[in-house]
């Protein structure tokens, strides 16, 4: 009688699916539990791995939490195409995301969210995600280049001193020179030069122009 009671009680904590018989004790995946306001309270939604089976996610919810579930629908959602780099045409496709929807045998219904977040340091986190979004704005701008061009900034003191003395050559009231002593063969080649031009700019005077009838 007792060994009847006995298989009674164990027959009533067993699930009224089948386990499976592999043991796994480092497991290396994660599973999230999501939040969907519009689930009934006899389903729950995960975000699982890609690799993982509808066996999995039941004996997963039975042997950590003892949940019972009774049927499990599964879906794989491909992702858009990204860029690589900001500012590239470089794409890519991410890799698919698998959620799983499972029909529980008792209801569950979500606690009420917090009205204090201190305890969690949510100013912390507040502030770090306003910073990363300003990094990751600034970044754009750099990559599309909004920012500010060179030749829009205010010139600086050195700038506007290369204008005045680029404005003085120009005219002829400075000769450039770099303070450095050439090899005394520069010179005849320069004289050279400055014959050609001559000469050229002679010949080009002397040739006649027939006029337009």
């Known amino acids: 009688m007792a060994e009847a009671a006995k298989r009674a009680v164990a027959a009533a904590a067993a699930p009224s699916f089948k386990l499976g018989k592999k043991e796994v004790f480092l497991p290396n995946h994660v599973i999230t539990f999501l939040h969907k306001p519009n689930l009934p309270p006899h389903e729950a939604c ?3 791995p890609l690799r993982f089976t509808k066996f999995d996610i039941r ?16 879906l794989v959602q491909q992702q858009a195409l990204a860029r690589r780099h900001p500012g590239t045409r470089s794409v890519y ?18 606690p009420e969210a917090p009205s204090n977040l201190e305890p969690w340091g949510h100013e912390l986190w507040k502030t770090r995600e306003e910073l990363g979004e300003k990094q990751q704005e600034e970044q754009i ?13 205010p010139l600086s003191n050195e700038r506007k001193k290369l204008a005045e003395l680029a404005k003085q050559m120009i005219k002829g ?41």
């Open 173 to 213: 009231e400075v000769k450039w020179t770099n303070d450095v002593s050439l090899d005394p063969k520069w010179d005849k080649l320069v004289a050279q030069q400055e014959t050609k031009d001559v000469v050229n700019a002679e010949a080009v005077d002397s040739t006649p122009t027939k006029n337009a009838v």
């Open 59 to 74: 004996d997963y919810l039975w042997n950590l939490y003892n949940v019972e579930v009774t049927k499990v629908r599964s």
């Open 46 to 48: 995960f975000k699982v």
């Open 93 to 110: 496709r991410p890799r698919p995301l698998k959620f799983m929807t499972v029909e529980l045998a008792k209801p569950f219904q979500w």
């Open 141 to 153: 701008d750099r990559a599309r280049f909004k920012g500010v061009m060179k030749s829009q900034q």
